[in-house]
């Protein structure tokens, strides 16, 4: 059983930066690839990037490659989400989520677990 928390959200300016922070319990943690998903208002759950459990491989969709930077640290049950020069459509909740096989980890479908989500907002 893994449980994740986010943290980190909050309102910034366009071209600011914000760190997202998911903290997970759990002994299995350090062994399962994980990812950020995130829902704007009136769409669906996108991916947004994922990480291998030994945290060297990552994936980033095209909409924030070059901008966001995944990461892990398994000593503190920890996986991060740097953001930097954001945009207005970068504006949703993010959730962070565990379980993925890599062939699938862009499938929200495929994750075992959820956290809550964290709200981000980006003003023009």
């Known amino acids: 059983q893994v449980q994740l928390v986010e943290s980190g959200g909050g309102l910034v300016q366009a071209g600011g930066s914000l760190r997202l922070s998911c903290a997970a319990s759990g002994r299995t943690f350090s062994s399962k690839n994980m990812a950020w998903f995130r829902q704007a208002p009136g769409k669906e759950r996108e991916f947004v990037a994922a990480i291998t459990w030994t945290g060297d491989i990552t994936d980033y969709a095209s909409s924030v490659q070059g901008r966001f930077t995944i990461s892990r640290d398994n000593a503190k049950n920890t996986v991060y989400l740097q953001m930097n020069s954001l945009k207005p459509d970068d504006t949703a909740v993010y959730y962070c989520?565990?379980?993925?096989?890599?062939?699938?980890?862009?499938?929200?479908?495929?994750?075992?677990?959820w956290g809550q989500g964290t709200q981000v907002t980006v003003s023009s």
């Open positions: 989520a565990a379980g993925a096989v890599r062939m699938y980890w862009r499938r929200q479908s495929d994750y075992d677990y």
